[in-house]
């Protein structure tokens, strides 16, 4: 059974549209900053415009030629940490690599990071310290547990994966909240054995077909958080077909990841924006 | 079996030791401030100078009255900070509860902090940046797979416990290195499933004899990290007697833990001095 992610995705935007028109007498805005104009970059902040002006908000981008000096492109950074107008925003990466992407990371204002990441974000994730900014992938896999009534609490969950962006602050949210968390990597002698016995298996392994049906119990909840596109084909994480077919809940594939990750930067630019202004 | 803790402690005071007598100019010092005279805090108080001399290293104490306010006592830290002959230094915990202890640890220069209490360091640790200082517990734990030459690839590891300050340090740490790690707790339904299937234990939990010689296979290994005190009597996480009688390498009771973790404290005061003065 695919996860009815349209009824969760739009819940959660309509919440946003009426929080955001609650805010009378101005649009808040997400600022964003754009250094090297690849494909990818474009399409994620087409994604990031479109679904702000859906909530509306305004978006505004300001872009930089990707022959910029790192001098430069902080200065102006710290620029924007200083204006007052300016309350949030986010840099898009991946940045050329002349610049110095930690040190570009660590110049942005914790106050003012949207994207979940300066090293205080990321801290305030880990001891469960809820006054900072939400991680936005991690944080929507949070929401579909609550959207679908599942007590955390004793639950058996198997992350594979070992990115620093998305195992870490999951793995650290899932077990403050008493879930017992098995990490996966790709040199688990037999995934199989976690897999098999688990309550919820979280994929973000960047591995086509990784989980078989055959790796998980009738009731193992699946859900897929990266894909990988071979030679145009978008292969997810799962092995989608074979288990929506059958009893267990899946995420759905494709589309849907994007919308729920930008639906948690959105929450977090507004609450910057309650932060800065009320 | 016991694992040699003798054989390990002795090598890196040894270690520790050979390098402190290689600064021949001065002997670097542990500063050390102590704002609350409980009998547990004098008891830690006493082990680091203890080791700390027998390493050659200075070891100076700033006491407080514990009716000293927040403001005072961050000034003075503000104080150190600043004194660029005080390039390390350590504050006691507790605090009495009149001072918030989070925004006290905060206050500590990240580039001081021995005692590996600032976000910043914490942070390190996570993303496996190892320009910072080493939590001090988790850290001798990762020594041990060291000294006895096991390699954490592939290896099923169950760390039991909840603590910010153990099993998150630990847990990043092994999973950093390609480990398998289940995170279990007190609400985790049966423990004995993963720790059957386990190649390595660390308990960490303050549970009287959680761990039992039929919860885990012949060639467990078992980390012991906490003990719980009784009545006067000390209890450790593992039914050590058992345990030990077994095939099953287990860390010694009790005493050695101490002797380790200032260790590692030392080697923080070691690394800071060398950043300071070399």
Tied chains: 1, 2.
Excluded at 76 to 103: C, D, E, G, M
Excluded at 177 to 185: E, G, L, M, P, Q
Excluded at 241 to 258: E, F, K, Y
Aim: hydrophobic share 45%.
């Amino acid at each position: 059974m695919i996860i009815d992610w349209k009824k969760i995705s739009e819940k959660i935007y309509e919440k946003l549209k009426d929080d955001v028109s609650q805010i009378t007498w101005e649009k808040p805005t997400l600022w964003a900053i754009l250094v090297w104009e690849n494909s990818a970059s474009l399409r994620y902040i087409r994604q990031k415009r479109k679904w702000a002006e859906f909530v509306w908000m305004n978006f505004e981008l300001k872009q930089f030629d990707e022959k910029v000096s790192e001098e430069e492109l902080l200065e102006f950074i710290a620029s924007w940490n200083k204006n007052r107008s300016i309350s949030w925003y986010i840099v898009q990466l991946p940045v050329p690599q002349h610049i110095n992407s930690t040190k570009l990371l660590r110049t942005i204002s914790p106050d003012k990071d949207v994207d979940w990441f300066h090293p205080e974000n990321q801290w305030k994730i880990l001891i469960w310290d809820t006054s900072g900014f939400a991680p936005c992938t991690p944080y929507w896999v949070m929401w579909i547990f609550k959207k679908l009534n599942i007590d955390l609490i004793g639950k058996k969950i198997v992350v594979i994966g070992r990115s620093n962006i998305v195992w870490k602050p999951i793995t650290a949210m899932l077990i403050n909240r008493w879930a017992t968390v098995t990490c996966c990597n790709s040199q688990t002698p037999d995934i199989t054995e976690f897999t098999k016995m688990s309550d919820i298996v979280i994929c973000a392994a960047w591995q086509p077909w990784l989980l078989k049906l055959e790796d998980i119990n009738d009731d193992t909840i699946v859900i897929d958080v990266w894909f990988t596109v071979i030679e145009g084909k978008i292969y997810w994480d799962a092995e989608f077909d074979n288990i929506h077919a059958n009893w267990n809940l899946i995420t759905p594939v494709p589309g849907w990841v994007w919308r729920l990750t930008v639906a948690n930067l959105l929450k977090n630019t507004l609450k910057a924006y309650k932060i800065w202004n009320m």
